[in-house]
């Protein structure tokens, strides 16, 4: 058995009917040949052939009765491949919005705790999608936020995807994969008890850790002059910080990645920086829209890997957290993008401070479910301010084409969570020359979703007109100023 970190537990504790803590993504394939239909059953060994490359695809949990300690992961007795794989048609006629809405429908229950935690569904008759070549198809995928976080999500990527659209010729395992027996309450209960006697050393290595980790940054702040993140709950309220319900709702838009690194090179910023002005656009109209943009700046967390080199491989969650001022308060989209650059700055030097991975480690099993539990169904997070607004994390991607089993990759669309007075976040990831950008909500509070991503195309463009309008500014001042000079 293998037990759950402390953060991983917390994904579990999050859960409940309401706010169902899985994480996935919509793919859209190709053939390489088009006279190739799809082939579920073929789909289907190419899978089993691969399921060893990761230990995600045939674990499941066994949890501690009363959560009496963090849960453990053992491999399934009774993994079964035709659970976790599914084939459905698309009704006609065939659309992207129609598309969205039935991959919605897979995506927005509970996973079932009894088996491993992940889920393809192939979606077949796209064909009336413009744009879309003949036989091409979509997958939804689903994983447990407690299985992986972004970086170990990109790993799994790896098992699964080729680099060549012929199918590398995967080495079976060095071992026989051998199930696990469900173990016994006593026995989790006892497992359990172990894991808790080093916790007076990590409290002692936290403190430790910390007090560093904290002069370190107070040194780095105080050498580059950086300004300091907002902190927790200091965002303002807003229309999308209510409580959540099960029914998810996304919508997402593609744009070059040349164009985003374009205006990223013209203003002096990181990629990030222009990725999150143009969800600052976005957020700004939507709001205005509604007569509901607080004069205060919206705040976003834009999650953080802290996983080293050692622990590429591994699964689970690594990861802290930033808080970036996204200037909603802004109206000049240049002067916005710099100080979203300025909050960026210095809130990633923060979030080195106390990863929350560790802190969280310091919390027993059942004071934090008990706790999540007493705060979701009290409806607390309406009498405080909101955390945050929105959370946006930005996935790097494999920079060239991928492919299963024969069939490429056109489009990665990454469908997130919403938490407890957290009713938006937007999953970017870059692959293959494209930026896709990709927004989950609730129905009940951005209904008109669509317009929220098509604004963000809007701030793209907006962005692109304001720095070539400065940069005229700039030369007729330069050429002024010389020709001032010369009579001078």
Same mark, same amino acid.
């Given at each position: 058995?293998?037990?759950?970190?402390?953060?991983?537990?917390?994904?579990?504790?999050?859960?409940?009917?309401?706010?169902?803590?899985?994480?996935?993504?919509?793919?859209?394939?190709?053939?390489?040949?088009?006279?190739?239909?799809?082939?579920?059953?073929?789909?289907?060994?190419?899978m089993?052939?691969?399921?060893?490359?990761?230990?995600?695809?045939?674990?499941?949990?066994?949890?501690?009765?009363?959560?009496? &300690?963090?849960?453990?992961?053992?491999?399934?007795?009774?993994?079964?491949l035709?659970?976790?794989?599914?084939?459905?048609?698309?009704?006609?006629?065939?659309?992207?919005?129609?598309?969205a809405?039935l991959?919605?429908?897979f995506?927005?229950?509970?996973?079932?705790?009894?088996?491993?935690?992940?889920?393809?569904?192939?979606?077949?008759?796209?064909? +009336?999608?413009?744009?879309?070549?003949?036989?091409?198809?979509?997958?939804?995928?689903?994983?447990?936020?407690?299985?992986?976080?972004?970086?170990?999500?990109?790993?799994?990527?790896?098992?699964?995807?080729?680099?060549?659209?012929?199918?590398?010729?995967?080495?079976?395992?060095?071992?026989?994969?051998?199930?696990?027996? #469900?173990?016994?309450?006593?026995?989790?209960?006892?497992?359990?008890?172990? &894991?808790?006697?080093?916790?007076?050393?990590? !409290?002692?290595?936290? @403190?430790?850790?910390?007090?560093?980790?904290i002069?370190?940054?107070?040194?780095?702040?105080?050498?580059?002059?950086?300004?300091?993140p907002?902190?927790?709950?200091?965002?303002?309220?807003?229309?999308?910080?209510?409580?959540?319900?099960a029914?998810? #709702?996304?919508?997402? @838009?593609?744009?070059?990645?040349?164009?985003?690194?374009?205006?990223?090179?013209?203003? &002096?910023?990181?990629?990030?920086?222009? =990725?999150?002005?143009?969800c600052?656009?976005?957020l700004?109209?939507?709001? !205005?829209?509604?007569?509901?943009?607080?004069?205060?700046? !919206?705040?976003?967390?834009?999650? =953080?890997?802290?996983?080293?080199?050692?622990?590429?491989?591994?699964?689970?969650?690594?990861?802290?957290?930033?808080?970036?001022?996204?200037?909603?308060?802004?109206?000049?989209?240049?002067?916005?993008?710099?100080?979203?650059?300025?909050?960026?700055?210095?809130?990633?030097?923060?979030?080195?401070?106390?990863?929350? $991975?560790?802190?969280?480690?310091?919390?027993?099993?059942?004071?934090?479910?008990l706790?999540?539990?007493?705060?979701?169904?009290?409806?607390?997070?309406? !009498?405080?301010?909101?955390?945050?607004?929105?959370?946006?994390?930005?996935?790097? +991607?494999?920079?060239?084409?991928?492919?299963?089993?024969?069939?490429?990759?056109?489009?990665?669309?990454?469908?997130?969570?919403?938490?407890? +007075?957290?009713?938006?976040?937007?999953?970017?990831?870059?692959?293959?020359?494209?930026?896709?950008?990709?927004?989950t909500s609730?129905e009940?509070?951005?209904?008109?979703?669509?317009?929220?991503?098509?604004?963000?195309?809007?701030?793209?463009?907006?962005?692109?007109?304001?720095?070539?309008e400065?940069?005229?500014?700039?030369?007729?001042?330069?050429?002024?100023?010389?020709?001032?000079?010369?009579? $001078?």
């Amino acid at each position: 058995m293998q037990q759950l970190s402390a953060l991983d537990s917390w994904f579990l504790h999050l859960e409940n009917a309401r706010m169902p803590m899985h994480i996935g993504a919509v793919y859209i394939f190709a053939p390489t040949d088009e006279s190739k239909e799809f082939d579920f059953p073929q789909m289907k060994e190419f899978m089993r052939e691969r399921l060893h490359l990761s230990p995600v695809f045939r674990r499941r949990l066994v949890e501690v009765p009363m959560n009496m &300690g963090r849960p453990f992961w053992i491999n399934d007795p009774e993994f079964n491949l035709d659970a976790h794989m599914l084939h459905v048609a698309l009704p006609k006629p065939a659309s992207m919005s129609a598309l969205a809405k039935l991959a919605t429908q897979f995506y927005n229950p509970q996973m079932d705790r009894s088996r491993a935690l992940w889920r393809m569904v192939f979606i077949t008759g796209l064909e +009336g999608i413009p744009n879309l070549p003949k036989n091409a198809f979509a997958a939804l995928v689903q994983i447990h936020h407690a299985n992986i976080d972004g970086v170990s999500g990109a790993e799994i990527m790896a098992a699964v995807f080729d680099m060549t659209a012929k199918a590398r010729k995967i080495a079976p395992p060095d071992e026989a994969w051998v199930p696990d027996e #469900i173990p016994s309450m006593r026995d989790l209960i006892a497992q359990s008890y172990v &894991g808790t006697k080093d916790t007076p050393s990590k !409290l002692y290595s936290f @403190i430790k850790n910390t007090t560093s980790s904290i002069f370190d940054v107070a040194k780095e702040t105080m050498n580059n002059v950086l300004p300091t993140p907002p902190m927790v709950m200091s965002a303002p309220k807003t229309i999308l910080n209510v409580p959540v319900t099960a029914s998810k #709702i996304f919508s997402a @838009i593609d744009v070059p990645l040349s164009q985003v690194k374009k205006i990223k090179s013209a203003a &002096g910023v990181k990629v990030n920086d222009v =990725v999150l002005s143009i969800c600052s656009f976005a957020l700004r109209k939507y709001l !205005l829209e509604k007569e509901a943009l607080p004069n205060k700046s !919206l705040v976003a967390m834009a999650p =953080v890997s802290l996983r080293s080199k050692s622990e590429e491989g591994d699964m689970g969650n690594r990861i802290s957290g930033m808080l970036v001022s996204l200037a909603t308060n802004e109206e000049d989209p240049v002067e916005r993008l710099m100080k979203v650059h300025e909050s960026s700055k210095g809130s990633k030097v923060y979030s080195k401070a106390a990863p929350v $991975d560790k802190i969280v480690e310091l919390i027993p099993s059942e004071v934090g479910a008990l706790a999540t539990r007493f705060y979701t169904q009290m409806g607390l997070s309406n !009498l405080h301010r909101p955390f945050f607004n929105v959370i946006i994390t930005n996935v790097p +991607g494999p920079p060239i084409p991928l492919y299963m089993n024969g069939y490429q990759v056109m489009n990665h669309y990454g469908l997130g969570v919403t938490f407890e +007075g957290i009713g938006l976040m937007i999953v970017v990831f870059s692959y293959a020359g494209t930026l896709s950008i990709c927004a989950t909500s609730c129905e009940c509070i951005m209904p008109d979703i669509h317009k929220f991503t098509a604004y963000m195309r809007e701030g793209l463009l907006e962005l692109e007109e304001g720095l070539e309008e400065k940069q005229r500014e700039a030369s007729f001042f330069e050429k002024l100023a010389e020709k001032h000079e010369g009579k $001078d």
